[in-house]
């Protein structure tokens, strides 16, 4: 059966960029199956990518290959990492890009990619997607063992947006994204309000602005044009306006900090 | 030889929506050849996304099996649908979106998608294309028979667009389509033109413009920016400016009605 | 193993022309893998077509089939091509858009595609792309002889941006593309350069404009926000500014003439 492996990066698709690493895949695994998670991740958007990532892998068989490149440190020190799960692979940079969605899989082990000749024979300081993740992922499509790329590290980087406060009763977390339309996905998981026995109100602090919102299930359960909490498909609690904008209304934008409290 | 399954839908590249589709896909069917048609469908316009579903399929090999999915009734009682065609199969809502392409191809028998072990274990009431018809899809592409998906249906939905109203010797069509070049499409195929035994010259009514164009085969068959009246490759009449923009000059936008009478 | 054919066009990714192309390929060659290299190419814009396919097919690997479509002429008298290079081949207008690509892998031969009936049955004058480079490329792909698609033919169109012109001391190039970052690529090679025996440093004319710039490896080699020359990863010289934008420093666009002397 053909391996797949999944591209999410912030190249956009104007550029040949993307088409240089799936030439380079398949000169190596001709058969692989290469799927574009997306590649409109806003420039160096490091949370926007995780997001992505977390949200699309569950749809994954299990041995999928998921390359991602949102790498605004390449070129310097940063480890190129390969982090194998209960579910599949991943590569990409050591910057949290890969933590959301690894740690939902289930971390097995993370490695260091640092065997050379596992590479294009010319690694630019510029473009470790083309050079140095595509050619790797595609030998481990061919059957390399994951062993074979470098030496188990420890300490992956956690940004922030991977690592939620508790404060007694109250939860810090932050906006992880806004979706096309203007629903506000937040990066505190089903598990975090479950733990802070919410009941079905929830309340919380977006700029200078104190919400009370009740937490659904649907955006239907609430009056046209009201706000309401969901814990959204992909497993995180989001803010949305029934058949309107959130993003818009409360004027929330990526990064953007919310604590959350029991109202 | 690899089963060939289409995406069209107006959920864009940016988010992983269109991914999740895929990855679903291959879950089931690990060898299908997956082609986006287009993810660039205006946000819920059935008439744009019927359109261009009925213009590319013609070009797909016999049992291409195509999904599309422009569905602002999405989570409400509208039917989910499986069209069986001489051609292929289509798979999308019961709100006109497969009715010109699957009409043009004949159409053999629809179904009411009810299996419910043919979806994925969580129906979203949000995405019926990664959680219904992508999963069914790939069935289908396994092997799976059209008649176990659920019970025969008539009477689909049959939206105004889709419906050429002739009243004696005029008829009365709408504007599917604006294409990048300002080229105004309508739903008048070829047929109901000869039908109408213009001859060469058609009189047409746009708004408050009266317009009195000869029917030509290519666009330069008029003078530089001169309109005329053509037949496009896909069998629809189109209104167009020879090197110009039609759509500017006549202010046509998707929708518009449009009146047909031998001048 | 899978035949790769890539396609470049200047289509965007909204219309469904490229999904019409890939229909008539899979309809011949079922087993083909299709790669996009890009479709956002400017319209007609002949020179940026040509600079994207230049740098993306040296990762492709040998035997792949290229067919690009930037045909501004489309319908009139200039020949579609078929030429075969030391590492694949490439099909598309003799506009000069193979012209640099294919001049980079060592020309063997070049042919008019003439055979009739490698082509669908009904050959638009407006979509060449799907009616006659896409289904002789998916001829190719199934193994049909290069020397089937018609005459050789010499003299193939080779437009200004694919003559430098070197008087004395001095180049005369021009910008063959911006990219997302603004660098400002030009026409001129690596070979070219070392062949003015410049050093490391370049005197360089923009509009009104004389730079003299040092010739770098990589981005950093100069202060933050300063200018320097450097051989880009594709083998072509660009104008960068350290985490700056050079082409609007320099208010360069796709097209203008750079003119290159010792300093």
């Keep these: 059966l053909p391996k797949i492996i999944t591209l999410t990066t912030d190249f956009g698709l104007k550029d040949p960029y993307v088409a240089e690493m799936k030439a380079t895949i398949l000169s190596i695994c001709p058969t692989a199956a290469i799927v574009d998670l997306t590649h409109e991740i806003d420039k160096f958007n490091v949370r926007m990518g995780a997001y992505m990532l977390a949200s699309a892998v569950p749809y994954f068989p299990k041995g999928t290959i998921h390359v991602a490149v949102v790498d605004p440190d390449v070129g310097t020190e940063r480890r190129p990492l390969l982090i194998q799960t209960k579910q599949g692979f991943f590569l990409g940079p050591d910057n949290g890009l890969l933590v959301l969605a690894s740690e939902k899989q289930g971390v097995v082990v993370a490695r260091e990619i640092t065997k050379r000749k596992l590479m294009l024979p010319e690694v630019s300081s510029t473009f470790h997607g083309r050079d140095l993740f595509a050619p790797v992922a595609a030998h481990l ?10 030496p188990e590290v420890k300490n992956l980087i956690k940004p922030v947006f991977a690592k939620i406060r508790r404060l007694g009763n109250e939860l810090e977390g932050e906006v992880l994204y806004v979706d ?15 733990d802070l026995h919410l009941g079905d109100t929830v309340a919380l602090e977006l700029h200078d602005c104190m919400l009370k919102l009740s937490i659904g299930k649907t955006y239907g359960e609430t009056k046209l044009k009201q706000p309401l909490a969901l814990i959204g498909s992909h497993g995180y609690l989001e803010i949305s306006v029934n058949q309107g904008n959130a993003a818009e209304l409360f004027k929330a934008k990526i990064g953007d900090k919310i604590r959350f409290t029991k109202p």
């Design 180 to 194: 096309g339309f203007g629903n506000v996905i937040t990066n505190v998981s089903n598990q975090e309000i479950a």
């Design 141 to 150: 499509a061919t059957g390399l063992s994951p062993s074979k790329v470098g």
